[in-house]
C-alpha cells in the first residue's frame, strides 16, 4: 500500500496477468509496486457477484527467492497486518478483508507468496498534497480522521510505526483509512508504554530519539509518541501541499535538523501557511523529547480538535454539528472531549414500546456510575449503521448510561464497533426515538448495552439516506 | 543522525573542553550543527581539540557536522590538511589553505596537519551516520528514495567492520549451529587470505566489533544474561550476531565477501557476487 513513491516498476516483480485467482479473489489490474512487493486492483471472483462492487486492493508478499530469514521477515509483516486488522478493526482503518497464501509449485515466483486482500482506497494522501494545498476546512477533516485511527490505534494497544501521507489512504468519499501496519508494534510491558519494531522507518518522520535508540533482541523501542511527533509532520504537511517542517535538501538534512532542534540548537520554524490553531497543535505533537510529547495523546489531540473554536461563519448549523461531534467522539474515545452538546436529550426518555427493551451501558469506567447525564458521558445513535459512526452519521438524540430504550430488531452485520473496554461486535439495535424527533428510529451499536433481548432481524436498510 | 566522534590518540594534545581518556587520549562527540575548533590554543584563542606541536597555529580549524557528514575548514594561511580515508586504499583528500566548509565524504577520517618534522599530528573522525539504501530500494521512482521505508541500521557492505560481521555471522549464517559466536583470533585468521585484511590486528578486529555495537547497531545486550558466566564481550558480540542475521543486515549471500575457506572444509558459497565483484575493497594497507 505504499504510494507512488514505491512504483519503481522492480524487476523482481513480475506482472500478473487479469484474471488471476487468488482464492476467492481475482486480479484485475496493477496499482503500484515496491520494495516489499506489489499491489493489485482486484475483486470478488465468481458470477453471482456484479463486477463494480468489492473493487479491492491484493498485496502481494513473495517470499520465494528469499533466504529463510527474509521470508520471515516478509511472514512477520504481513502477520503484524492481519493481526492488527483482526484485533484492532475500525471505520478509520483499512480493512483487511482475506490473507491467502498462493500454493503454486509450478510458479516458483508466487510459490508461497503472501496476499493481503484489503479494502481498495482511491490514492493516499501523499497524492492528494502532491495535486495542491487543501483549504482549512478540508485539512481540518483529514486531521480529524486521522486522529480518530491514531486514537483507536493507540487505545487498543498499537503503535502505527510508520505513519506518512504514502500510508494514509482516502477513499471514494474521501474518508480517510489509516494502512501499512508492517511496522505496528503492539504495546507491551506491565504498563502497555512500548513496543518493538523491526528496525526501520522513514527518515522524514522519525522523532528525534530515534536516531539514537538503541538496537536491541525485539528489534527497536517504540511508543506512541513516535506516532505523535509523526502527526506532526503530517499535520504540516497538509497545509503546506505536503512541504517538510524541517529545512534540509535531503531527508538526511532534515534529519540532522531535527536533532539540533531537539537538542535545543534551533528553534522549531512551521510555515506560516499553517493555520494558527494547526501550527499549534502540529507544534505540541513536534515536542523535542519523549516526556515532553507523552502529554500528547491521540485522544486528547482529538479532543482539541473537535471542542476548536470556529475560526469563521458562526453559523448554527455549523456549531450544532461540531458539538454533536464532539460528543459523539466522546462516546467513541473515552469522553475527554470538553464541548458540551446543546441537542442532546435533556431528560426525556424514549417511549416504550416496540418488541423489546435494552438498558444502554457506556464503557467507559468513568461514566459507568454518573447519573448526572454529562454531555461527556453520553453516547450517540446512528443514522445509518452500515457507515462509518460519524458525526454526520448521528441523530441529535442523545443517550445516557441506565437509558432504557425501546428496541424494534436486531442488524447482525453493521459497521463493527469496539468500546473502550474492547468489546467488538458488528451488531445494531434499531432503537425508537422520542416523540417529535426529526426521525422514529435510530441505531445503538450492540455493544453499548449488556441486554440481549429476543427481537426480530432487522430487513437490511438502505444504504445511504 | 546522532552526529560524529572525533579520536585523538594519546600524546597529541588533550584540552579541558574534552575528557582526556585514561591513557591520553581524547575522545569528543559532536551532534549534527555543532562545531569543533582545533589548534595549538591559548587562552585568547580556546579550542576543543588541542593540538601540541609548534608547527600548528592557535586555531588552525574547524570542524562542522552538517547533515549525515562533516565539513573541514582550514584556518591556516600557508599549510594544505590532508584527510585520508584509512580504507579507501590511498584515497584522501587535499583541503587547500582558507578553504572553509570542505565537504568530507568518508565514513572514516584521518586528518593529517604538517609540521616542522617529519612526523605529522593526525586524528581521526568517524561519521556513523552515513545511510546506505536497501537493494531492493534502488532503481526507479526518480529519484524520490527520501520517503521510503528504510533499515534505520545501514552498513557500509564494503567496509572492513563489515567483512568482521559477516565472519562473525558465518558459523550461524552456514547453519553450523549449535556453534558459539567466533572469537577475535578466530576472525583474524578467517579474514588472513582476504587482499584487503591481511593485516588485520587482533585489536583492529576488536575496534570493529566496538564500533558496529556502539555506532552502527547501537546494541544493547539482553539483560540479566547469567552473569556469572562473565565473558561480557562474548555477550556483546552474541548480540550484534542475533540482530544482524535476525535484522537481515548480514544475509547468506554476503558469504561471498569472505576469502574462500582453507583446510577441512571445502569451499560451500553460494553463486554470484565472489571475489571480483567489489573491485574498491581489494587495494588493501
Given at each position: 500500500m505504499h504510494g507512488p513513491a514505491d512504483t519503481s516498476g522492480s524487476d523482481c516483480a513480475e506482472l500478473l496477468a487479469p484474471g488471476y485467482r487468488v482464492g476467492n479473489w481475482e486480479v484485475t489490474e496493477p496499482i503500484a509496486a515496491g520494495g516489499w512487493g506489489t499491489v493489485y486492483a482486484g475483486r470478488a471472483a465468481g458470477e453471482d457477484r456484479p463486477a463494480t462492487r468489492d473493487t479491492v486492493a491484493l498485496k502481494f508478499l513473495p517470499t520465494s527467492g528469499l533466504a529463510p530469514r527474509q521470508a520471515r521477515n516478509v511472514v512477520d509483516t504481513a502477520r503484524r497486518e492481519v493481526e492488527l486488522g483482526r484485533r484492532a478493526g475500525h471505520p478509520r482503518l483499512i480493512r483487511l478483508l482475506d490473507s491467502v497464501v498462493l500454493s503454486e509449485p509450478d510458479h516458483p515466483f508466487l510459490d508461497g507468496a503472501l496476499v493481503l486482500v484489503m479494502e481498495r482506497a482511491r490514492r493516499s494522501l501523499r497524492d492528494l498534497l502532491h495535486a495542491g494545498p487543501v483549504s482549512e476546512a478540508e485539512g481540518a477533516r483529514l486531521i480529524t480522521e486521522i486522529c480518530e485511527g491514531l486514537a483507536h490505534l493507540h487505545r487498543t494497544g498499537w503503535v502505527h510505526g510508520d505513519l506518512k501521507p504514502d500510508n494514509i489512504l482516502l477513499m471514494a468519499d474521501g474518508s480517510v483509512r489509516l494502512s501499512d501496519f508492517g511496522l505496528a508494534a503492539e504495546l507491551t510491558g506491565t504498563h502497555g508504554t512500548h513496543g518493538y519494531a523491526p528496525p526501520m522507518g522513514t527518515f522524514d518522520y522519525l522523532p528525534p530519539e530515534r536516531w539514537k535508540a538503541p538496537l536491541g533482541e525485539h528489534g527497536v523501542q517504540v511508543r506512541p509518541s513516535a506516532d505523535i511527533w509523526a502527526l506532526g509532520i503530517v499535520i504540516h504537511e497538509v497545509f503546506t501541499a505536503g512541504a517538510p517542517p524541517f529545512p534540509g535538501a535531503t531527508p538526511m538534512a532534515r534529519g540532522a535538523a531535527v536533532q539540533e532542534y531537539a537538542d535545543g540548537r534551533a528553534p522549531l520554524r512551521l510555515d506560516p501557511a499553517v493555520p494558527p490553531f494547526w501550527r499549534e497543535l502540529a507544534a505540541d505533537c513536534l515536542a523535542p523529547s519523549h516526556a515532553a510529547r507523552a502529554a500528547h495523546t491521540a485522544e486528547s489531540l482529538l479532543a482539541r480538535v473537535t471542542a476548536r473554536?470556529?475560526?469563521?461563519?458562526?453559523?448554527p448549523a455549523g456549531r450544532r454539528r461540531r458539538a454533536v461531534r464532539a460528543a459523539l467522539v466522546c462516546a467513541l474515545l473515552c469522553g475527554t472531549a470538553t464541548a458540551s452538546a446543546p441537542h442532546g436529550a435533556r431528560d426525556d426518555v424514549p417511549p416504550l414500546g416496540g418488541a423489546g427493551r435494552i438498558r444502554v451501558f457506556n464503557a467507559e469506567p468513568t461514566c459507568t456510575t454518573r447519573t448526572d447525564r454529562d454531555p461527556d458521558c453520553s453516547l450517540g445513535l446512528a443514522i445509518d449503521p452500515q457507515r462509518p459512526y460519524t458525526a454526520d452519521n448521528v441523530v441529535p438524540t442523545r443517550v445516557w448510561q441506565g437509558d432504557e430504550l425501546a428496541v424494534d430488531c436486531l442488524l447482525a452485520h453493521g459497521i463493527p464497533i469496539i468500546d473502550e473496554r474492547d468489546a467488538w461486535s458488528p451488531q445494531w439495535f434499531r432503537v425508537r426515538l422520542p416523540a417529535g424527533s426529526p426521525r422514529p428510529t435510530a441505531w445503538l451499536p450492540a455493544v453499548r448495552t449488556k441486554d440481549r433481548p429476543r427481537v426480530p432481524a432487522c430487513p437490511v436498510p438502505a444504504s445511504g439516506r | 543522525m546522532s552526529g560524529i566522534v572525533i579520536y585523538l590518540p594519546p600524546g597529541s594534545g588533550g584540552t579541558a573542553a574534552a575528557e582526556p581518556d585514561g591513557d591520553g587520549a581524547v575522545t569528543l562527540r559532536l551532534g549534527p550543527g555543532e562545531v569543533a575548533r582545533f589548534g595549538r590554543g591559548s587562552a585568547t584563542t580556546p579550542v576543543e581539540l588541542r593540538l601540541v606541536d609548534d608547527a600548528i597555529s592557535r586555531l588552525a580549524g574547524e570542524i562542522r557536522v552538517t547533515d549525515d557528514h562533516w565539513q573541514l575548514s582550514n584556518l591556516s594561511a600557508t599549510h594544505s590538511y590532508l584527510v585520508e580515508n584509512p580504507e579507501g586504499a590511498g584515497e584522501y583528500l587535499r583541503v587547500p589553505p582558507r578553504r572553509a566548509g570542505a565537504p568530507i565524504p568518508f565514513e572514516f577520517s584521518r586528518v593529517v596537519l604538517p609540521t616542522r618534522r617529519d612526523t605529522t599530528v593526525s586524528f581521526q573522525v568517524f561519521a556513523p551516520d552515513h545511510v546506505y539504501l536497501d537493494p531492493d530500494g534502488l532503481g526507479g521512482a526518480g529519484g524520490q528514495w527520501g520517503g521510503r521505508t528504510v533499515t534505520a541500521y545501514s552498513l557500509d557492505e564494503t567496509a572492513t567492520y563489515f567483512l568482521v560481521l559477516v565472519a562473525l555471522c558465518e558459523p550461524r549464517l552456514r547453519d553450523e549451529s549449535p556453534v558459539a559466536v567466533p572469537t577475535t583470533p578466530q576472525i583474524v585468521e578467517r579474514l588472513r587470505d582476504h587482499a584487503a585484511c591481511g593485516r588485520l590486528t587482533a585489536r583492529a578486529v576488536s575496534s570493529h566489533i566496538d564500533y558496529l555495537a556502539e555506532e552502527k547497531m547501537r546494541v544493547v545486550p539482553p539483560p540479566e544474561q547469567d552473569p556469572g558466566r562473565g565473558a561480557r564481550r562474548n555477550g556483546k558480540r552474541e548480540s550484534i550476531v542475533g540482530l544482524a542475521l535476525r535484522f537481515g543486515l548480514v544475509r547468506e549471500e554476503h558469504l561471498a565477501l569472505l576469502p574462500p575457506r582453507s583446510g577441512t572444509s571445502p569451499r560451500n558459497e553460494p553463486t554470484g557476487g565472489g571475489e571480483g565483484a567489489r573491485p574498491g575493497r581489494h587495494i588493501g594497507k
Open positions: 473554536p470556529q475560526t469563521r461563519e458562526g453559523l | -
